[in-house]
């Protein structure tokens, strides 16, 4: 496979990986560019540009429904966090993130205020706190009323992206770090921005393997690539080149370009 053109660093490692849980032959990981959520009974979570409204899959019985669209205006990022599902809004000009049960039912919604840097990029811990990313170069924690500072962050011309990983938070900043936090913000790897500075990240994403993939373009470009780092140590383990902004997972684990039109029909 030939290398793409923001060549991989010597950082890159190969490993095996395991096919773990009953899932679907092809499972997708971005569509048109946007992360997609798989809840832990295997629920997938998605969204797509012009549909004001989240699409859920259940992978064992192909259930398809909708859920948000009398709640939501411009749903873009998914994370389920136990049985709840948290999407990004925006709401005249203001980010929110807005809590559904897996039932559909509207939980609360919650206002990220003016200081959030980048709409539609957040990550929520294991105990409820939203991360996010501010205007003062800090990743900061929310939690009810109460806003701490959870990392200092790598000043950057381009906005950062945000997931929930491994009970933490991976972040990546273009021309500066990839980092892994765990869920108090202490570093647990860091990687130097191993491509051009006119690279950008379109979006990650944590596959049901519990793979941080990074998925980017280059300015000019209209390819997209997919990126997969070890968990222990941030090396890319895995690449795939793509046509367009669609990707998923194949049985074994390995990247394969995808069409949105073959998860999002007419009706959603």
Not at 128 to 134: A, D, L, M, P, R
Not at 156 to 162: H, I, Q, V
Not at 185 to 192: E, K
Request: aromatic share 8%.
């Amino acid at each position: 496979m030939k290398t793409p053109a923001f060549s991989i660093p010597a950082l890159c490692v190969a490993v095996a990986t395991a096919c773990t849980g009953p899932r679907l032959r092809t499972e997708p990981v971005f569509i048109d560019g946007r992360a997609v959520a798989v809840s832990p009974d295997t629920v997938l979570a998605l969204t797509a540009p012009g549909m004001s409204r989240v699409l859920l899959i259940d992978q064992r019985s192909g259930e398809r429904r909708t859920i948000g669209a009398d709640e939501l205006t411009s749903p873009a990022h998914v994370q389920w966090n136990g049985d709840r599902l948290y999407v990004s809004d925006v709401d005249g000009g203001r980010p929110q993130v807005v809590v559904f049960a897996s039932s559909g039912e509207l939980i609360e919604r919650i206002d990220l205020g003016p200081t959030a840097a980048v709409p539609h990029q957040f990550a929520v811990l294991p105990d409820g706190q939203i991360v996010f990313e501010t205007t003062d170069d800090r990743l900061v924690a929310l939690q009810g009323d109460s806003l701490d500072t959870f990392a200092l962050n790598d000043s950057s011309r381009k906005t950062g992206a945000l997931v929930a990983a491994g009970g933490g938070v991976l972040h990546a900043v273009p021309t500066r770090t990839i980092t892994l936090y765990n869920g108090l913000g202490r570093i647990r790897w860091r990687i130097d921005w191993p491509w051009s500075d006119s690279t950008y990240v379109a979006d990650l994403a944590i596959d049901s393997r519990g793979r941080p993939l990074l998925l980017a373009s280059q300015q000019g470009s209209e390819g997209f690539v997919v990126f997969a780092f070890d968990t222990i140590n941030g090396g890319i383990t895995m690449w795939m080149e793509g046509p367009t902004a669609t990707f998923s997972t194949r049985t074994y684990g390995d990247i394969r370009p995808d069409s949105t039109s073959n998860w999002i029909g007419v009706i959603e």
